[in-house]
T-cell receptor
Framework: AQKVTQAQTEISVVEKEDVTLDCVYE???????LFWYKQPPSGELVFLIR??????QNEISGRYSWNFQKSTSSFNFTITASQVVDSAVYFC?????????????FGKGTRLHILP | KAGVTQTPRYLIKTRGQQVTLSCSPI?????VSWYQQTPGQGLQFLFE???????NKGNFPGRFSGRQFSNSRSEMNVSTLELGDSALYLC?????????????FGPGTRLTVL
């Protein structure tokens, strides 16, 4: 069965610090996608990144970077030089190719507070 | 391209009433999924529609239903509302080409049941 675990329920850091959000997943499928979404106080889930299971290259987008490691079933997300606008709930999610229903399984989310 | 839109953004209902939520997907997207988000249960999948057909359903009672129109717009209906139905209801659309696909979410409808 597919499962996504975000062990950190809440993190607080001071602005400009780096912060890493952990995500561990479980799947029996060999083809799957992993996602990160950001949910600001407005409520909308904002798509951040999708990673294919066959592509283990790390990705960097501005202050955001993602570390995908199949050996440990992890897909961690790092924000460098955090800013107050990064305060939000971040969700890691998994979708399997063999899963016929297109649904995404979400982790419980990590609430990130960036303190000024 | 416009994003996913949901109406209304906020709703207050009383127990026993019914409610209909609307979702307009991104232009060209044919798949619409609905999720319920609560503090206790997190994000839970309700159902997914593709080409006016329900492709899959999550583990929710029959009081939760939906439909999709020929223009891919979708509605979700909850009958006989219960206090526990208070939640943020999120709609997501995707192209529904090859699986798996990226889902793009709307701002949600916050439903409060009194």
């Amino acid at each position: 069965a597919q499962k996504v675990t975000q062990a950190q329920t809440e993190i607080s850091v001071v602005e400009k610090e780096d912060v890493t959000l952990d995500c561990v997943y479980e799947t029996r499928d060999t083809t799957y996608y992993l996602f990160w979404y950001k949910q600001p106080p407005s409520g909308e889930l904002v798509f951040l990144i999708r990673r294919n299971s066959f592509d283990e290259q790390n990705e960097i987008s501005g202050r955001y970077s993602w570390n995908f490691q199949k050996s440990t079933s992890s897909f961690n997300f790092t924000i460098t030089a955090s800013q107050v606008v990064d305060s939000a709930v971040y969700f890691c999610a998994l979708s399997e190719a063999a899963n016929r229903d297109d649904k995404i399984i979400f982790g419980k989310g990590t609430r990130l507070h960036i303190l000024p | 391209k416009a994003g996913v839109t949901q109406t209304p953004r906020y709703l207050i209902k009383t127990r026993g009433q019914q409610v209909t939520l609307s979702c307009s997907p991104i232009s060209g997207h044919r798949s619409v999924s609905w999720y319920q988000q609560t503090p206790g249960q997190g994000l839970q999948f309700l159902f997914e529609y593709f080409s006016e057909t329900q492709r899959n359903k999550g583990n929710f009672p029959g009081r939760f239903s939906g439909r999709q129109f020929s223009n891919s717009r979708s509605e979700m209906n909850v009958s006989t509302l219960e206090l526990g139905d208070s939640a943020l209801y999120l709609c997501a659309s995707s192209l529904a080409g090859t699986r798996p696909d990226t889902q793009y979410f709307g701002p949600g409808t916050r439903l409060t049941v009194l």
